[in-house]
């Protein structure tokens, strides 16, 4: 049996960091890519973060590129998205989710596992 959990979610202010962690449990994370997505209200679902599982190389989406950092703590069996500088518009739902590729999928049907998501709340 398999879980992936995230936590870290708060309401924050603009300017602000948070640190999302995703922890998993029947899963070694370093095998997997692991992609952090998010949804906000109203909106589709866009992939924020990745880092693969070959030689973490890491992708970010442009509207978070310099604010945002992805790490793995495989001694934990965690993965973290570091949060700095947010804006209202990072409000949304965020999700860990983990492939079985070497290299990180462009399209989140490619990932074989979700969690549940944290929320992520920026306003003044």
């Known amino acids: 049996q398999w879980q992936l959990v995230e936590s870290g979610g708060d309401l924050v202010q603009p300017g602000g960091s948070l640190r999302l962690s995703c922890e998993a449990f029947?899963?070694?994370?370093?095998?997997?890519?692991i992609g952090w997505f998010r949804q906000a209200p109203g909106k589709g679902q866009e992939r924020v973060s990745c880092?693969?599982?070959?030689?973490?190389?890491?992708f970010y989406a442009d509207s978070v590129k310099g604010r945002f950092t992805i790490s793995r703590d495989n001694n934990n069996n965690r993965v973290y998205l570091q949060m700095d500088s947010l804006k209202p518009e990072d409000t949304a739902d965020y999700y860990c989710?983990?492939?079985?590729?070497?290299?990180?999928?462009?399209?989140?049907?490619?990932?074989?596992?979700w969690g549940q998501g944290t929320q992520v709340t920026v306003s003044s």
């Open positions: 880092i693969s599982s070959s030689d973490g190389t890491t």
């Open positions: 029947g899963l070694i994370l370093d095998y997997y890519s």
């Open positions: 989710s983990a492939a079985d590729q070497a290299t990180c999928p462009l399209n989140a049907g490619e990932y074989g596992y």
